[in-house]
C-alpha cells in the first residue's frame, strides 16, 4: 500500500516536471485570451495582438441629417416644421431638363471620351427596359388619362409632410440652385486641418468659426405621410394580406443587409399584385403627380420598378437603415398596429427617438435617396407593402452609374468601378454614395488617405449624419493607429444608429484595447441585442469574462457563439474547451477527479469537433484571416487535453488508460515531442523497460 502510494506521489512529481517543460516557453501564450482568439505566435505582444484583431466593415450607404427646415414658417407649418396638405410646383418642363441633362453629358463625353458615352447609352438601355418590364405587369397609366382632382383622391384623409434636410439628391440636382448660408462650425476639422464642407468653399480656423452650408433646393426635401381617414379599409388590408399568405408570401425568406427577411417580390404574387395595380390606378400614382409636381411631369411617366410584401415580426424584426432604388418610394402599411408592438420606420436624420408610425391603410410617399429603414417588431406581425418608383421620361444616369460602379467592385474590377464612380460624381459632385463607394475602393487597395478623404467630403455634406460613413471613417483611422479620433467616430455612429451590431462590436474591440472592459462589455451587449446571431460579439464577450476569472459566464457566452455562424462556431468551441481545461485543473486540485475527467473529456471532444468544422471553412476559400491561427493552436491545446486526461487517470490509480492517453497522444502528433515526452514518464513508472527503450530512441531523434 505504501510502495503504491509513493509510486503515485512519484508519478505526479514527474507530471508536473512534465508540465513545467511544455509550458516553460508556452505557458503565458496558452493562457493568453484575445478576441475571440488566443494566439500561440513566439515572440507576439499581448497587447499588439488585441491591435491586430480589429474587424472591419464595408459597405457605406448613404445617410441623411436632420437640419434646416425650410417650411418651418410656412402658414401650414408647425414650430417643429412638420406640415399639413402643402403642395408645391415651379420645376422646369421635361425639355428643359433634357436639354440640360444632354449638355452636360455631352460637355462629360469630350472629357471621359467612349467609355462614358458608352456607359450612358447603356443607362438609357436599361431605364428603357425596366420601364418596359413594369408595364408588362404593373399598371401604367395612358397619357389621356386626366389627372383626377386631389379633394376627390384625398377625401378626408390629410397628408403630414417632415423635411429631409438638405439632403444631396443623386439626379436632377443641376435643375435646383443652391442656398447659400451660415451657421456655427462644428469642432470637426477636415483631413486638411480646415473647416468646410466642400472643396469650393472653405473657411479657415478664426475666433468664431462659421460654417459655409450649400443647402440644395431641390423640391424632393418632404416625406409625405398620410393621416386621418386611411387609404383603404383594415377589412380590405386583411383581406389584401390573406391572399398573399395564400400565395405563400409567409414562407419566403431571404437576406437583406445584416438581418432576415420574410416575404416577396409582388412578381410571384399575381392575385396580390391585382389589387396593387388598382391602388395605382385609382390613387397612388394620381396622388405622387399632386404631390411631387417637380419631377412628376404627368401620372403617366411613373413606374413601378420594384414592389414587394414584406413580414416583420420577432423572428424577422427589421431592416437594415437603407436607401431606396428608385427616384421616388412609397411604403403601404397593411396590419393595424394593434396586432404588433414596435415596428414604425426609422428615418436616421430625426434621431433615434422619433419612429415614424403608421396604421393599417396609410401610406409613406417620399424621395428614394431618403435614408431609412424598418424598426424593430418585438412582438406581434407587421405587414408592409414597399415599392421603388421610376419616371419614364428622365433617366436617372447618376444612380445608374453608381450601381454599375458598385456591381463592377464585386466583380472585383476596381478600376472600372472607380470609373464609375469619378463619371457619377462629374454629374453630380454632391453624390454622397458615390463618394463613399470609391472611398471602399480605396480603403481595399490600402490606399487610406485618400479614402479618408473620400469618407470626410460625403459627411461634410451631410455635416456628419451618416452612421455607416462615421463607422468606414473608423475603421480608416483605426487601420492608420489614430486610435482615440478612431473611437470617437464609432460613438458618432452609434448616436446616429445604436443598433448597428457591427458598429457596437468594433468600438467594443477599440474600447477593449484601451483597458476599458466594462465599457467593452456593455458594446458587446448591444451588439447581441441588436442581433442576437452575431457570433463574434458572444464570442468575444464571452473572451473578456473568462480574462476576469468569470468562466461560468464565460462559458455561456461561448455556448451562445457556437450556435451562430458557420466561422465562428469552431473558435467558440476551441475557447470553450480552454475554459473546461482550467475547470479541469481547479477541479483536480481541489480533489474532485470525477468532475475533473467529466470536463476534460467535453474539453477534448469540443476540440475534436471545432477542429473538423476549422477544416472545412479553411478548405471553403471563404475563411477568415483568424482560421489558420485557430488551426495552428489546435495540437498545443489537443496535447494539454491529453495530459489533463492522462494525469486523471493516474491520479485514480488506472496506470493502464493514462498508458493509453498518451499513446493516443503520440498516435495523432508522432512528430511532438512533448508527446513522447508524457508516455515516456508513465513507462517508467510502470517500469516497462521493453517500451522505454523505443521511446527513448524516438526522443533521441529529436535532438535529446
Sequence with gaps: MLNSALSLLFLLLLFRKALSQIQLSDEERLELWARGAFNLDVGMNPKNLLSSLNPLKLGPVSKVRREALQHRNSPNCDSNGYCWNQFRGGAQSTLDFNEQMNSKIQELGSKYGSDFMNAIEKNKQDHNEDCKKSCEIYYCADKDTPLAPLQELMGSTTIKSYSMGPVPPEDFVMLYPDEIVAKPCPDRPTASGEYSVSSTITLLRSTTRVLIISTHRFPLDIIKVTETQPLFSASEAMQVVSTAEAEGVDENEFKSGKYKLAGDWLDNLPNTRAWFNQQLESTFFPLLAHLFPEVVSSASVIRAHSVSLLKYNSSHPRTDVHIDNGILAMT????????????????????????????????????????????????????????????????????????????????????????????????????????????????????????????????????????????????????????????????????????????????????????????????????????????????????????????????????????????????????????????????????????????????????????????VVASSGNADGMIDRFIQQFRPLRLQAYRLIGQLHAGAGDMTSCEDEFRKATERFPDDLTAWKLLERILQVQGKQSDLAAVAAKIRSFGF
Design 332 to 615: 403601404i402599411a397593411m396590419t393595424p398596429s394593434k396586432d404588433y408592438s414596435g415596428g414604425g420606420t426609422y428615418f436616421e436624420h430625426m434621431g433615434n427617438d422619433n419612429i415614424l408610425a403608421m396604421d393599417v391603410g396609410h401610406a409613406t410617399l417620399r424621395p428614394g435617396s431618403v435614408r431609412h429603414g424598418g424598426h424593430r417588431v418585438t412582438d406581434g406581425t407587421r405587414y408592409i407593402l414597399g415599392a421603388f418608383l421610376l419616371l419614364e421620361d428622365r433617366v436617372e444616369h447618376v444612380r445608374r452609374l453608381k450601381n454599375r460602379g458598385s456591381e463592377l467592385r464585386r466583380v472585383p474590377d476596381l478600376e472600372g468601378a472607380a470609373k464609375h464612380f469619378e463619371w457619377a460624381l462629374a454629374l453630380n459632385p454632391k453624390c454622397t454614395t458615390c463618394l463613399k463607394d470609391w472611398a471602399e475602393i480605396l480603403h481595399t487597395q490600402k490606399r487610406f488617405d485618400e479614402a479618408e478623404m473620400k469618407i470626410r467630403s460625403a459627411l461634410e455634406l451631410l455635416e456628419y449624419k451618416d452612421s455607416d460613413a462615421l463607422f468606414t471613417l473608423g475603421v480608416l483611422l483605426s487601420e492608420q493607429g489614430r486610435d482615440e479620433e478612431s473611437i470617437e467616430a464609432y460613438k458618432q455612429s452609434i448616436e446616429l444608429n445604436a443598433e448597428d451590431a457591427e458598429l457596437c462590436y468594433n468600438l467594443g474591440i477599440k474600447l477593449g484595447a484601451k483597458g476599458m472592459v466594462k465599457d467593452e462589455m456593455k458594446m458587446y451587449a448591444k451588439a447581441t441585442k441588436a442581433d442576437p446571431s452575431f457570433g463574434g460579439a458572444w464570442l468575444n464577450w464571452g473572451t473578456v469574462l473568462a480574462e476576469s476569472g468569470n468562466t461560468d459566464d464565460a462559458e455561456l457566452m461561448f455556448m451562445k457563439a457556437m450556435q451562430c455562424e458557420a466561422e465562428v462556431a469552431p473558435k467558440a468551441m476551441m475557447n470553450l474547451s480552454l475554459v473546461y481545461i482550467a475547470r479541469g485543473n481547479a477541479l483536480a486540485q481541489s480533489g474532485d477527479l470525477q468532475g475533473a475527467m467529466k470536463v476534460a473529456l467535453d474539453a477534448a471532444r469540443y476540440m475534436d469537433e471545432g477542429k473538423e468544422l476549422l477544416d
